[in-house]
């Protein structure tokens, strides 16, 4: 009786199991057929005769195009400063004690847990009593605010790590306290510096919550531009697109299995 | 060897979190205070002070919103702490290494894959027009019904809460012992037994960190609902937005984010709770 009822939950996990799998992949393997469809317009699958033409019509298209643009920019200059702006911060906490490094951490880690649309309509508002009104300035705001958390928490991992020691022997044998971090705790902090950069990335890039509200007629993110095209007609570009971003997001996590190892990047997930 | 004080390394990220956080939330709070003049962008700033913002969130067809969203959210969360267990267990105890390091390249890498593209390939795959629609349709299910929207933005929400709670679930379950498992078998325990009594209470604290990150991410999702919601399913997040871009009512939309704000907080307090005394036993 009870190997019957085992058999049965086993039989049931692996059901449920197939299923999820199945949900996960089978939309993203639609998209990526959809995208090399010939028709001009949204049929049903499989299409007839596969073509590039989305994948063009998104490379002439000036408003998509502009998005793109903006979003690298923005992507790199956030990536730049809250890169450098996590090692500071890292450096500080690592120097304090655990108290106070634990109460600073979740300081700086906390816009994580506010809804993104909260952040955004309080720098809105904010900046616009402030009087600033242009978008770039109010996106990268919006987007170091994000990504800074990220940047903080992987290279205080990375530096968490590192032997107190090694510093201790190079500043006994006479090495200036800059020369001690450039030449010890930065090439071995390197793999977490790296990782925050990577998070930092994505985050920028993918974010709509916070740029929709800081974005201005002429400066918008790509995902910005992508929702409003999604709300007015429902066209095959997206699927283009949307091929496109799946591969960079293979190519990162190549990057990331190459240099840092997924293992280590599990623990510097969303929440934790 | 004279150490710089580290209060001067905490001045970069403590000046740009002042300016651009912590003081736009709590002008955020104050603005959720002032009275909305119709025409005007922002309130007036030296405006009276009033509650008139968060009586209006008492009526019933503004807490229709909170409850539309901590329904769903909540289907969302329980369904995907299900399918996430399992999924983890499976991953943990029945695959081989090699299938293991596979298995957790695909969830990280759909982790990292842009929410945007997921809830598109989801309404392109399962939304009105899709490939799928005639199945729908012999079943007697209509793409446009508000129940097949409600279950397409729940299904959104899976999409995320399934990879994240699967990785999360990974470290709990390989804390487990699974001698105390074996343990309970020899003892004639049958299997569903065993886990009964012996694996699930054991990942009680991980399912429900796992289950409470779930819902966080649900209430305050953004995209998923507006794409797949279609403006006919609309989460607080959407309302806010609204506010801002419909009518720009600033002290309405700040008062709703306030309450957001206060919620999602709360969750996370009990989160870290539960994971703290975790790791502390």
Known sequence: ?272 | MKRAPSIFFYLPAGVVFSVFFWLPLGGLLLESFRPFTPGRIGAVSDAPLTLANYEELLTPSFLEFFVQTLRISLFASLVGLVFSFTLAYWITRRMSPRGRAIAIGFFVSLMFLSVLVRTYALELTFGAAGPFRAILLSFGVYPNSRGYIEVLVAAGLLHYIVPLATLTLLTTIQNVDPRLFDAAQTLGAPGWRAHLSVTLPLCRDGLLAAFLFSFAFSISAFVIPMILGKGRVLFVSNLIYNRFSEIADFPSGAAISAVLFAVSITIVYLTTRYVNRREAG
């Open chain 1, 1 to 272: 009786m009870g190997r019957k009822i085992d058999d049965l939950f086993s039989g049931l996990g692996r059901v449920m199991n197939g299923f999820i799998i199945c949900f996960l992949i089978i939309p993203l393997v639609v998209t990526s057929l959809m995208a090399f469809d010939a028709r001009p317009y949204l049929g049903p699958l499989p299409p007839p005769a596969l073509s590039t033409r989305w994948f063009s019509k998104f490379f002439s298209d000036d408003y998509f195009l502009r998005g793109l643009g903006v979003s690298l920019e923005l992507a790199l200059i956030s990536v730049c400063l809250s890169v450098c702006i996590g090692v500071i911060t890292a450096v500080a906490l690592d120097r304090s004690n655990s108290r106070a490094r634990e109460l600073m951490t979740s300081l700086f880690v906390s816009p994580l847990i506010v809804p993104p649309v909260v952040t955004g309509f309080a720098i809105l508002i904010f900046l616009s009593k402030l009087g600033v009104v242009n978008g770039f300035a109010r996106l990268l705001c919006g987007h170091l605010i994000i990504t800074i958390p990220y940047t903080i928490r992987a290279t205080l991992n990375g530096v968490l790590g590192i032997d107190k020691s090694l510093t201790e022997a190079a500043l006994t044998l006479g090495a200036r306290e800059r020369h001690a971090f450039w030449d010890i705790t930065f090439p071995l902090a390197r793999t977490g510096i790296l990782c925050g950069g990577i998070f930092a990335f994505v985050v920028s890039l993918d974010d709509v919550a916070i740029s929709i509200m800081l974005t201005d007629a002429k400066t918008y993110t790509l995902p910005v531009a992508l929702v409003s095209s999604m709300r007015a007609n429902f066209d095959l570009t997206l699927a283009a697109v949307s091929v496109l971003l799946m591969g960079l997001t293979l190519a990162l996590i190549f990057v990331l299995e190459k240099t840092v190892g997924l293992n280590q990047v599990i623990g510097q997930g969303t929440f934790r």
